[in-house]
């Protein structure tokens, strides 16, 4: 710890020494470079990667990726996976924002409407230091559009109206308008997306996941002539779909579970509305010309996340922040500063339809936590074939539970990357990071629920993660794979068993990532492949570990594009999983393949036509990363079958 401290520290010391009072034009550092992060874990879904793959389901997004996966079913009970770990463990941003987890754990955790992503990096187990707290398993960073990304050169207004219409009645319609003037800009959005309840690929009804979402975004910005940069975003984002319940067959409480097709037993559907919401506000101001040493960038937000689930409630609220500074050195930069948060759990259950005892009545509690902390990451090249990142923070934090207790401690967190060529084509890329996770708020909707909670045993949580890999690209083809593991120990029962908040349990995800690409002058394919061993305790992890992961095993996937001119094209993407055949889950594999064209007549311009067809071959299937596969309690929520649908899309 001791030697964490003195590298936080001196790194700071170091970049204030040795900054420049003229900024130097580096380039783009080999370390920062896109096929040396992602051979360390570090991926970044380009905007042309999202515009090819159409999103308008967390799953979308990461289509093809097989170190990442979401959970299906409708918007409000999408969940993301990276190698296995929930992302409840990652740190989540949106535009640098942080984002909190769910309040119920059969709903998803940051409920995000991806018409206007930018793009998505995804950083699988070593996480930067400058990339926020709490990031035991890596970290998933959401940048969405300005108006400056969609207005053309010379233009200061402009507009974006969109419309699709596919099986089951699918519609999604959105207008976004636009424009700058005199250093001022503006954006207005908002999305709507309906539809009926999906058919599985045998034909049958999955009741509780007609489409539901409804999205508005307010962006406004102000750049001075000397590049000072103040903008303000916000959003709110909602699913009120009417949804499955049951009633619980232990206590009777009647709750929503879209993320499963029901309970076994006989317990009988009950299709009541439920809520998600997520209400975002963000303040950012950046210096995009700084002059010497001085490149601020300083944010605040406020986050709040709500669910309504039936005879459960619960509310997550979030007001964090940060200060940083980035210096430019000779050889690279550094960033430094000070990041917080103050966040809190609200919870009631309320037994208010026909619930018996022992839940008549009402359950509600609340729990905080608040943290600071300091951090600084230098990357760096070092010569000419090796490339450095290094960085380390420290966090101070205070958990109040739902008994008034206070619970208070501080970690050090410590990483490092390296990327050496080897030769011109062939690079040796490894990275290690210890990170401390701290306390997490427990599950809002469940605080005190039936039995209050206890905190005998509580502690902080943390992680060591490892990658090695070998990268070759010649510009043409590129070939990609790296050994990895995460280690998470000591995590507190955010969902807890008889209230003991304090139980803990480790979780560990290792294996490989492995990836084959080649890129033309009119098209590219993409082969990628994850196997991920994810274990709780030592044992297989369980398909209804809320909060910690899923069992994964061997993913394929598939991803390819062409150009037959500049009016056409076609691609798709596939997704393969491999037999689980690990103890009490024996989890069958399947294969799903997407198609699409597109079509842009240059008599129109800004009109884009657009067919997908998902799922051709209409498989009935479950997706790995889904809830309750192999619990004997539930029926596991199938995937859509075969879907077309017919998409328009027009620049003005």
């Not at 970690?411 to 050496?420: E, F, I, P, T």
Request: with cysteine.
């Amino acid at each position: 710890m001791r030697t964490q401290s003195l590298l936080l520290v001196g790194t700071c010391i170091w970049a204030t020494g040795v900054a420049a009072q003229d900024r130097v034009d580096l380039g783009v550092l080999r370390i920062e470079s896109a096929g040396a992060q992602s051979l360390l874990g570090n991926t970044e879904i380009t905007q042309e990667e999202l515009e090819e793959r159409n999103p308008q389901t967390m799953a979308d997004i990461f289509a093809g990726e097989t170190s990442v996966s979401a959970s299906g079913g409708a918007a409000i009970a999408q969940k993301v996976y990276v190698n296995g770990i929930e992302e409840s463990l990652l740190s989540v941003t949106i535009d640098g924002a942080r984002q909190n987890k769910s309040a119920f754990h059969h709903t998803g955790n940051i409920l995000l409407d991806p018409e206007l992503l930018k793009s998505v990096e995804v950083s699988e187990g070593i996480a930067p230091a400058d990339a926020g707290p709490n990031a035991l398993a890596g970290g998933l960073a959401y940048t969405t559009k300005d108006a400056r990304d969609l207005l053309d050169d010379g233009d200061t207004i402009g507009g974006l109206a969109a419309l699709s219409y596919g099986s089951e009645n699918n519609i999604r319609r959105s207008l976004t308008v636009f424009g700058q003037h005199d250093g001022f800009e503006w954006l207005l959005s908002g999305t709507r997306h309906t539809g009926d309840d999906y058919k599985d690929g045998s034909g049958d009804r999955v009741l509780g996941t007609e489409a539901d979402l409804s999205a508005y975004v307010l962006k406004l910005a102000y750049t001075s002539q000397s590049g000072k940069r103040l903008s303000f975003a916000s959003s709110v984002t909602e699913d009120t779909g009417t949804r499955a319940a049951q009633a619980h067959p232990f206590h009777g409480a009647i709750t929503i579970r879209p993320d499963l097709l029901g309970l076994t037993g006989g317990v009988a559907d009950i299709m009541i509305k439920g809520l998600s919401r997520r209400t975002s506000h963000t303040l950012t101001y950046t210096d995009e010309n700084p002059q010497g040493w001085f490149a601020p960038t300083i944010q605040l937000s406020y986050n709040k996340q709500e669910i309504d689930s039936g005879d459960v409630e619960g509310t997550n609220t979030s007001l964090s922040g940060f200060i940083k500074n980035e210096w430019q050195l000779s050889n690279g930069t550094v960033t430094a500063g000070i990041d917080f948060f103050d966040e809190k759990a609200e919870g009631k259950g309320v037994a208010r339809r026909t619930a018996p005892p022992p839940v008549a009545g009402t359950y509600r509690g609340e729990e905080t936590l608040k943290s600071i902390g300091l951090f600084a990451q230098a990357r760096q090249d070092l010569g000419d074939r090796l490339s450095v990142s290094y960085g380390a923070r420290a966090d101070r934090q205070i958990l109040t539970g739902a008994d008034g207790s206070k619970h208070e401690d501080t970690g050090l967190s410590a990483n490092a990357q390296l990327d050496y060529m080897l030769t011109d084509t062939l690079s040796l890329n490894a990275g290690y990071a210890s990170s401390w996770g701290g306390y997490e708020l427990g599950e809002a909707g469940l605080i005190n629920f039936i039995t209050p909670w206890s905190y005998a045993g509580f502690k902080t949580s943390s992680s060591q993660s490892a990658r090695l890999g070998l990268r070759f690209d010649n510009g043409i083809w590129a070939v990609s794979g790296a050994l990895y593991e995460t280690k998470i120990k000591n995590l507190t029962a955010v969902l807890p068993s008889g209230g003991a908040r304090g139980a803990t349990s480790d979780v560990t995800t290792r294996g490989f990532d492995a990836s084959l690409g080649y890129t033309g002058a009119q098209g590219f394919a993409k082969l990628n492949y994850t196997y991920a061993d994810v274990e709780q305790n030592g044992n297989v992890i369980s398909s209804t570990a809320y909060y910690y992961g899923r069992p994964v095993g061997h993913m394929i996937g598939l991803e390819a594009g062409y150009d037959f001119n500049d009016q056409w094209r076609i691609g798709g993407n596939a997704e393969i999983a491999l037999q689980n055949d690990k103890p009490a889950l024996n989890m069958p594999g399947y294969e799903v393949v997407n198609v699409f064209a597109t079509y842009e007549p240059e008599a129109l311009d800004g009109l884009s036509l657009r067919l997908d067809v998902k799922n051709l071959f209409d498989q009935t299937y479950v997706a790995r990363s889904a809830d309750g596969f192999g619990n004997a309690r539930v029926n596991t929520l199938n995937e859509p079958g075969r879907s077309i649908s017919l998409s328009a899309s027009m620049k003005f």
